[in-house]
């Protein structure tokens, strides 16, 4: 990695530095906290950091969290795993989200819009009035705080009414994608045993109807917890036997009764894409989401009550998460149900145009998938009030940085942004007050003390290393479900580094104070002792404009030696010949190192993904080491298992 000063792509103009909520945050708790009045964010984040239970604190205070009783102290045990974050206190994350309606009733808390791409308003004194309805319900049907309540929705407005009724009774909520097949929601619902479930009929995608009614019988007979199913026609179909109307839940005018729950109380469960065995059940409390989110949304983000907030997501995935958590700065939030991509490449940009949207997020992949297109946003859709395009899923190239900065607007915010679900939030990435370099993260977050490790623990800078946090964060998980002894828990993130959270990412922490992420570090490649992610192999790779998708793999044989294979999903026409092949490897060499170019670079039908999108490596890997399939991989956690064949069938030929 150089340590060179090149030029920022974009920095941010005095005005927009002196109006973002982390300056007034900075001044406030400079007078308030004795936080650094000067030195700008870098400051701001040493002091994070160094004296994290007062940033917390200042954090609760600035948002004007209420807490019905009060904390005895910010952080009463600060070991990880365990941090034990504001003991004594009580609190509702959902009478957080719906605090707008007191202020701005008749204005849109939500705007859903599906394939026709009309938006439709729900309103704040709407939404919860149909949150205070369905939590009463909720008790009549007997759900008490810790309950689970599961979803098995798209990214429509009625789950965020259940999500919120959910926290509002103190019950866990856990929601799946209709896409998702039984299988996968089962290996995951199944874990929690959930009282209540709140289906569709179906769901629209890429201008198809796909009925789910049988998937959801099969789910109501596998699910022998079930107290309840609420059953929503999105589809028009009536309600199956013995079902609840949605309708008939929402319709009473009824305030909203938030249960005090403790601090770290879960808020609700997501799962890790789990490539291999069940889904890790991740828990995450009220306390820890609500503020985390706080910072997160506010601070980085810099999202108010003007804002009108846009991810591409899905239920299935944790940025629906946060996306929802968006309400709890008074954002307006847009939900879109339907492709990514229907009924063109540049849908995405229209929905961000006819919502107003000043913050939209999307994935590093559809960026690509835009500028491989030839797609044009400013050019074909007013865009002028998006002040931040922001991408997550996988590392953005340099060339998705540049295409953002020429086809949207030179002055637009670009802030690609790296988290997990396992803290349901960001290690890296947003700051609206410091500079965007190409192909970097700004920096870490606030209260998040991320570096790059080497394997003895010593942090490095300019050098990639393990992205590491070496002090805890509110929402780290305070548990995994069905893991009595914290065992796996402690194993999925502290066996490398005792007490420390080693993520499993390739990171380089650069001298200027950015972050570069290169991928996955269990599927690293490793040439002659050279180390290597694998986003920056597709990111080279996918240039060319013949691969749409590439996967690398690296693989130590049983003779010591190591094979590099990659293998490349063609474009629709391109065919891979010899001046293909010599092209590919040229772009290897000149631009990464002439140790990486592969041993063999193989034509598949197509690259397997998790059903978050993510391509996988580790499972791939163990299939070509002759791992059977069955052991390789949970079936349920792949979008296209068929896939997998091919690599199997190769594992047996070199065999």
Excluded at 164 to 187: E, I, K, N, Q, Y
Excluded at 229 to 237: D, E, F, Q, R, S
Excluded at 269 to 280: I, R
Excluded at 369 to 385: E, G, M, N, Q
Aim: glycine share 10%; hydrophobic share 40%; proline share 8%.
């Amino acid at each position: 990695m150089s340590t060179e000063n090149p030029e920022p792509l974009w920095r941010p103009d005095p005005q927009r530095i002196a109006r973002a909520q982390v300056t007034r945050f900075q001044t406030w708790a400079a007078e308030r906290h004795g936080a650094p009045g000067e030195g700008g964010y870098p400051a701001l984040h040493r002091w994070s950091v160094d004296d994290l239970e007062t940033f917390w604190k200042a954090v609760t205070e600035f948002y004007d969290v209420r807490f019905s009783t009060p904390y005895t102290r910010v952080l009463g045990d600060r070991a990880m795993p365990g941090a034990q974050w504001f003991p004594g206190a009580t609190l509702n994350y959902a009478e957080h989200a719906l605090r707008a309606a007191a202020t701005r009733p008749d204005e849109p808390a939500l705007l859903h819009v599906d394939e026709t791409h009309e938006p439709s308003p729900v309103t704040w004194s709407e939404l919860r009035r149909q949150v205070g309805s369905l939590a009463a319900e909720l008790r009549t049907l007997g759900v008490r705080p810790g309950d689970r309540i599961s979803g098995y929705l798209p990214n429509i407005p009625q789950a965020v009414v259940a999500l919120l009724a959910t926290a509002a009774v103190g019950a866990v909520w856990t929601s799946c994608a209709p896409d998702f097949g039984a299988r996968s929601v089962l290996d995951r619902f199944q874990q929690v045993e959930p009282v209540v479930l709140f289906t569709v009929d179906g769901y629209r995608y890429g201008g198809k109807e796909h009925d789910r009614r049988d998937t959801v019988a099969e789910l109501r007979r596998e699910l022998p917890t079930l107290r309840a199913v609420v059953h929503i026609p999105l589809l028009g179909t009536p309600a199956p036997e013995g079902a609840l109307e949605w309708s008939a839940l929402t319709a009473a005018t009824e305030e909203p009764v938030f249960e005090q729950v403790p601090f770290d109380h879960p808020l609700w469960v997501l799962y890790s894409s789990g490539t291999t065995g069940l889904p890790k059940a991740i828990v995450q409390s009220q306390g820890g989401i609500l503020v985390e989110h706080l910072k997160q949304l506010g601070l980085h983000c810099d999202l108010g009550p003007e804002d009108r907030f846009f991810w591409y997501t899905s239920t299935g995935w944790m940025m629906w998460n946060f996306l929802v958590s968006g309400l709890l700065t008074g954002t307006t939030i847009v939900l879109y149900d339907g492709s990514p991509g229907f009924p063109d490449t540049g849908a995405q940009w229209r929905i961000a145009e006819r919502t107003g949207a000043t913050l939209y997020g999307t994935s590093a992949a559809y960026v690509m998938a835009c500028r491989k297109a030839d797609v044009h946003p400013s050019r074909d859709f007013d865009l002028s009030r998006i002040q931040c395009v922001a991408t997550t899923g996988s590392p953005l190239p340099p060339d998705g940085f540049r295409w953002l900065h020429d086809e949207v607007r030179d002055d637009v915010w670009i802030a690609s942004v790296s988290g997990g679900t396992d803290v349901c939030s960001c290690f890296a990435g947003a700051v609206p007050t410091l500079p965007v370099y190409t192909g970097e993260l700004q920096a870490p977050g606030l209260g998040t003390d991320l570096q790059s490790w080497d394997p003895a623990g010593r942090p490095l800078v300019d050098e990639v290393g393990e992205l590491v946090v070496t002090n805890p964060m509110p929402s780290m998980p305070v548990r995994f479900w069905n893991d009595p002894d914290g065992s796996r828990y402690h194993d999925s993130y502290f066996d490398t580094y005792p007490g420390v959270w080693r993520h499993g990412d390739w990171i380089t922490v650069t001298s200027r104070g950015s972050v570069v992420i290169h991928g996955r570090s269990d599927s690293t490649l490793n040439r002659q002792g050279v180390r290597m992610g694998s986003a920056d192999i597709y990111e080279v790779v996918e240039r060319l404009p013949e691969i749409k998708e590439s996967l690398v793999i690296g693989i130590e044989q049983p003779d010591g030696g190591y094979w590099m294979p990659l293998f490349v999903h063609l474009a629709p026409g391109a065919v891979l010949d010899d001046a293909l092949l010599g092209r590919i490897k040229q772009a290897i060499r000149e631009q990464l190192s002439p140790r990486h170019v592969p041993d063999e670079v193989i034509e598949v039908p197509g690259v397997p993904h998790t059903l978050t999108g993510k391509r996988i490596e580790v499972p791939v890997k163990r299939l070509l080491q002759g791992t059977p399939l069955e052991k390789a991989v949970n079936p349920g956690s792949i979008d296209n298992l068929g896939l997998l064949a091919f690599y199997e069938d190769l594992a047996r030929k070199r065999a």
